[in-house]
């Protein structure tokens, strides 16, 4: 069992910067792949980023490419999502996620464990 918790969201202004977190307990994440997800209002769950076990392969959607970027610290079993450039379109509840499977997936039912998300606000 994997517990997540997403910290590090809040307001910032368009063309702004916010760097969120995704600390694991309960297991080691170096066994998972990892994805950050986003919810808006009156939107579907939508991928974000994610990356492999070894943070070597990563994946963005193409809204956010060229302007997020998702790392890992296994030693610190703490999972990243820098985001530049902010858009009012990014403002959602970012949640992380951990897969089970051995390479990068986008679909959120790929994923096992989930945290309880963080809320990101851009004002324009």
């Known amino acids: 069992q994997v517990q997540l918790v997403e910290s590090g969201g809040g307001l910032v202004q368009a063309g702004g910067s916010l760097r969120v977190s995704c600390a694991a307990s309960g297991r080691t994440l170096s066994s998972y792949v990892m994805g950050w997800f986003r919810q808006a209002p009156g939107k579907e769950r939508e991928f974000v980023a994610a990356v492999n076990w070894k943070g070597v392969t990563t994946r963005y959607a193409d809204s956010v490419k060229g302007r997020f970027t998702i790392s890992r610290d296994n030693a610190k079993n703490t999972v990243y999502l820098q985001m530049n450039s902010l858009k009012s379109e990014d403002t959602a509840v970012y949640y992380c996620?951990?897969?089970?499977?051995?390479?990068?997936?986008?679909?959120?039912?790929?994923?096992?464990?989930w945290g309880q998300g963080t809320q990101v606000t851009v004002s324009s």
């Open positions: 996620a951990a897969s089970e499977y051995l390479s990068v997936v986008i679909g959120p039912g790929g994923y096992r464990y």
